[in-house]
């Protein structure tokens, strides 16, 4: 056997290794979605409280991404991986044993630093692993394992609420993690990390305005979505009076439209990105909007949540590939600001639908997630207006049109 196929071959063990690491990592980062009136109804907290279990870890991600990925500076990429799958698994664990919220809240908490050093290096690491010819792939299959994860974490909380406990929630996303650090101990070779990232990068990339400005929008349409999504269990329960098995039905369909739109929000990136961060960013509006509007009517309200699912699979296509075509002089640096800001997003979002939640009504989020989208498209539309700057000899190189988180 040639040594280039022999090296391919080892390839894609370990690329498949970090993608079940992201896959693992996103079920239990949104699991509690799910989850959310068990827990709160088990642990004596409200709806709003309940979903700081996504808030916590998203705000702590939000500063772990470029703190670690400045910290850990060339060390090798497969020990990092590694440890981090470790603090996922003592993560989980911590989770499941928790006797109140506030130790259930503190393991969230590391799970967050587990999410925002992962995906500070877990993209770079798969294209260092991969052939030359076969980068835009390794990106593909580690981004697939979000995808599937975004289908089946939401729909399998709700399920193990109907049939079981909170609490075996939580030990499932520890035998996840346990099963990917056993696989990527067998099959992560040494991989060598690129160059430094300083925190002079960072500064630059913020002083630029259509950065700063694209960073903005996703920061607008990540917070919207969350806003509402955070809630969507109780809504569909109290506002379109969802059984439990309609309801885990309709999110396993979410989760499966948003996989449809991730591909279509590629495609059409590809031919006008622009216009398509424009179209994603309006449709997601309308979608949302009609949610709110007509969500005691199911026979309107399921197929706006759809259209909101192909929106939102479309949303982190066209806004990840709007900030690369803008900064190819900085690749890493501006993931590591994308990770943050997306976490960010989730953070706030989720956090400020707790308090409308609790302050007005389940409902509310909806309303909140509308504004906060129609605030994005206005970002977008000033953003348009600017005129587009040349970037650089990069600016033509092609990349995967999948999503980040």
């Known amino acids: 056997m040639k040594d280039g196929e022999t090296a391919e071959r080892r390839f894609w063990p370990a690329v498949a290794a970090i993608a079940l690491g992201a896959f693992a990592l996103v079920v239990t980062e949104f699991l509690p979605v799910g989850l959310l009136p068990q827990l709160g109804a088990d642990t004596g907290v409200s709806a709003g409280v309940a979903g700081l279990t996504i808030t916590?870890?998203?705000?702590?991600?939000?500063?772990?991404?470029?703190?670690?990925?400045?910290?850990?500076?060339?060390?090798?990429?497969?020990?990092?991986?590694?440890?981090?799958?470790?603090?996922?698994?003592?993560?989980?664990?911590?989770s499941a044993l928790a006797p109140n919220f506030g130790v259930l809240l503190g393991a969230r908490l590391l799970l967050g630093v587990a999410i925002g050093g992962f995906w500070g290096v877990a993209l770079a690491a798969a294209a260092r692993l991969a052939p030359a010819n076969k980068v835009h792939v390794a990106s593909s299959v580690v981004i697939g394992g979000i995808s599937v994860a975004s289908v089946v974490s939401v729909p399998a909380g709700a399920a193990i609420a109907e049939h079981g406990d909170w609490h075996h929630a939580f030990w499932i996303a520890a035998v996840l993690a346990a099963a990917t650090l056993a696989l990527q101990a067998v099959?992560?070779?040494?991989?060598?990390?690129?160059?430094?990232?300083?925190?002079?990068?960072?500064?630059?990339?913020?002083?630029?305005p259509r950065v700063s400005l694209i960073l903005a929008a996703i920061l607008l349409i990540v917070a919207g979505h969350y806003a509402a999504y955070t809630f969507i269990t109780p809504f569909l329960q109290q506002t379109v009076h969802l059984r439990p098995?309609?309801?885990?039905?309709?999110?396993?369909?979410?989760?499966?439209?948003?996989?449809?739109?991730?591909?279509?929000?590629?495609?059409?990136?590809?031919?006008?990105?622009?216009?398509?961060?424009?179209?994603?960013?309006?449709?997601?509006?309308?979608?949302?909007?009609?949610?709110?509007?007509?969500?005691?009517?199911?026979?309107?309200?399921?197929?706006?949540?759809?259209?909101?699912?192909?929106?939102?699979?479309?949303?982190?296509?066209?806004?990840?590939?709007?900030?690369?075509?803008?900064?190819?002089?900085?690749?890493?640096?501006?993931?590591?600001?994308?990770?943050?800001?997306?976490?960010?997003?989730?953070?706030?979002?989720?956090?400020?639908?707790?308090?409308?939640?609790d302050t007005i009504s389940v409902r509310s989020s909806m309303w909140l997630g509308a504004a906060v989208l129609a605030c994005a498209i206005i970002t977008v539309l000033i953003l348009r207006s600017f005129r587009q700057r040349p970037t650089g000899p990069a600016a033509g190189r092609p990349v995967a049109t999948e999503s980040v988180p």
Do not use: K
Request: with cysteine; aromatic share 8%; hydrophobic share 60%.
């Open 187 to 208: 099959v992560l070779p040494r991989i060598e990390a690129g160059q430094s990232v300083i925190p002079a990068h960072f500064f630059g990339l913020l002083r630029t």
């Open 245 to 357: 098995g309609p309801l885990s039905a309709l999110l396993l369909a979410y989760g499966i439209f948003t996989v449809v739109g991730n591909f279509g929000g590629g495609a059409a990136a590809g031919r006008r990105l622009p216009a398509s961060v424009l179209g994603t960013a309006t449709t997601f509006f309308l979608a949302l909007l009609a949610v709110a509007v007509f969500g005691s009517y199911a026979i309107v309200a399921i197929p706006a949540m759809l259209v909101w699912a192909l929106a939102w699979g479309a949303a982190p296509v066209v806004t990840q590939l709007w900030l690369y075509h803008e900064t190819p002089h900085a690749i890493e640096a501006a993931q590591a600001m994308n990770t943050s800001v997306f976490q960010l997003s989730i953070g706030c979002g989720s956090l400020l639908g707790g308090l409308v939640v």
């Open 56 to 94: 916590a870890p998203a705000v702590v991600a939000a500063v772990a991404a470029p703190a670690m990925t400045m910290l850990i500076g060339r060390i090798d990429r497969r020990a990092v991986l590694l440890a981090l799958t470790g603090l996922q698994i003592i993560s989980a664990a911590a």
